[in-house]
């Protein structure tokens, strides 16, 4: 279950000097304006229950996604009240915790451990996630000498190892070549079947039709409808 009760986020201004800004601010000041606050988010109440497909729609900085970064505890809401039950995947920003330094074994891992599984459950998992990504000995290499295909390809097979309860999804996520993208994709597909809950954002309204029955529109850090996908999808195409 995911439950958001008048969650509101809002991003600080400039605030607090660092140090390098004290040093550096007399010459600086003039030619940098000053943050200010933007509030993403603006009392939010939504509840997703098990069994729910939910897609999440609206413009560019709507706060779609980061919604979905407050769901899965990126971002602590400013005000409100977020309450998540059960094991949670974010499958966005899947390169975030690699160490470039370190080798495609090791970086299993750290990724591993960032995204909520035991060193045990790492152990169990690590032949299989090795496998498929299809890497070979280049995981015996640091990162850094991968070339982006490569990465994605690890990025992906460890981030899509667990089975969570719930599933935050940001766009259709693209690993590899045509064959991989074909793999990613199925494996992708068993995520979605057998998580409890999935929350999904996409531009693409076909992929929202095909994967939710309920659809959130934000506007402007709001919720502006929310309700069956074709009902909502289809005010959303009449006002675009």
């Given at each position: ?120 459950e790492i152990r169990e998992r690590t032949e299989e996630i090795a496998a498929f990504t299809e890497l070979g000995d280049a995981l015996d ?100």
């Amino acid at each position: 279950m995911i439950r958001l009760q008048e969650v509101s986020l809002t991003f600080p201004g400039r605030g607090a000097q660092s140090l390098r800004e004290k040093i550096t601010g007399a010459v600086r000041r003039s030619r940098i304006p000053d943050r200010r606050a933007v509030t993403a988010l603006r009392g939010i109440d939504l509840e997703i229950r098990r069994g729910e497909r939910v897609g999440v729609i609206g413009l560019n900085g709507a706060g779609k996604t980061t919604l979905l970064k407050v769901m899965c505890g990126i971002y602590p809401p400013t005000a409100g009240r977020l309450t998540v039950e059960g094991d949670i995947a974010c499958l966005f920003e899947i390169a975030t915790g690699f160490e470039m330094e370190a080798t495609g074994w090791e970086n299993i891992i750290t990724r591993g451990l960032l995204i909520g599984l035991t060193r045990r459950e790492i152990r169990e998992r690590t032949e299989e996630i090795a496998a498929f990504t299809e890497l070979g000995d280049a995981l015996d290499r640091p990162v850094k000498t991968y070339s982006s295909g490569m990465f994605i390809r690890l990025a992906f097979a460890v981030s899509t190892s667990m089975v969570p309860d719930v599933l935050l999804l940001d766009e259709v996520v693209a690993a590899g070549d045509q064959q991989f993208q074909e793999k990613a994709t199925a494996r992708l597909t068993q995520m979605v079947e057998r998580a409890s809950i999935l929350v999904m954002v996409s531009h693409s309204m076909d992929a929202i039709l095909a994967n939710c029955g309920r659809v959130v529109w934000l506007e402007g850090g709001r919720v502006r409808m929310d309700g069956p996908a074709e009902e909502v999808v289809r005010a959303y195409g009449d006002v675009r």
